[in-house]
């Protein structure tokens, strides 16, 4: 049978993907407060091509998908978020893009939450084919998942000269999410470094399988494993 995403081969532009004659953020949000209405428009019709409620509370196993850990608000099938905010915007530009912001592609973004793959297919499809819309990057994680196993589509669409994200999700995946970002932000920090560190740290982790126990020993590498291991359990909960 396969993957039914498999047919959506990720886009990924040399050079990445940028706006077109923006150098400041008065251009960028003009263009994006601009182009805010056609886009909400356009993810509606999608998403009503696939059959979908777009105030629907996203549910799994009968269970709401919360917006977070902790939260007691659901997420519905669609949420256009308002523009991101012009302080968090500066934040990203100076941290990530060396002050372009023409790099800037998520101000105006959103999220549609799918329970199958024929929904995702029937959306993937008409983003292909919707008249006035060019997919100027995909990334598929449906197709390629991240190595914890977390799968959803990152889109950048540009309308009317403007490019904008939309993330494309599927419920069994999300509901899982937040337990997975729990070991993704323990394994990018136990991780961080030259190959050399990667390495060592890949060695000493290889000794915590299968240990049910703090270690015993009394060398660095058994007393630094001990405490790896303790800090996995705790990420774990047991």
């Not at 990445?16 to 400041?24: M, R, S, T």
Request: contains cysteine; glycine residues 6%; hydrophobic residues 40%.
């Amino acid at each position: 049978k396969g993957n039914k995403m498999d047919q959506f081969k990720s886009i990924a532009p040399q050079g990445g993907v940028a706006q077109k004659e923006v150098a400041d953020l008065e251009t960028l949000y003009a263009s994006a407060e601009r182009v805010l209405p056609k886009y909400k428009s356009l993810v509606l019709q999608i998403v009503q091509k696939a059959n979908i409620d777009p105030e629907e509370v996203a549910t799994h196993d009968g269970v709401p998908i919360l917006l977070e850990k902790g939260s007691t608000t659901g997420m519905t099938r669609v949420s256009i978020a308002p523009l991101k905010s012009p302080q968090r915007a500066k934040e990203k530009v100076r941290n990530e893009y060396e002050g372009r912001w023409d790099k800037l592609v998520d101000v105006v973004r959103s999220s549609v939450i799918v329970d199958t793959e024929e929904e995702l297919v029937v959306i993937a499809k008409c983003l292909e084919e919707e008249p006035g819309v060019k997919i100027k990057r995909l990334k598929n994680r449906f197709s390629q998942p991240l190595w914890n196993g977390y799968s959803d589509c990152l889109y950048n669409i540009e309308i009317d000269g403007h490019v904008a994200e939309l993330q494309l999700h599927i419920s069994a995946m999300l509901a899982h999410k937040h337990v997975s970002h729990a070991y993704y932000v323990y394994f990018r920090k136990y991780f961080a470094g030259d190959a050399d560190a990667v390495r060592t740290r890949m060695n000493l982790m290889e000794a915590v399988v299968g240990n049910d126990t703090e270690t015993e020993g009394d060398s660095d590498a058994d007393i630094f494993t001990g405490i790896a291991f303790q800090e996995l359990k705790a990420i774990m909960g047991i």
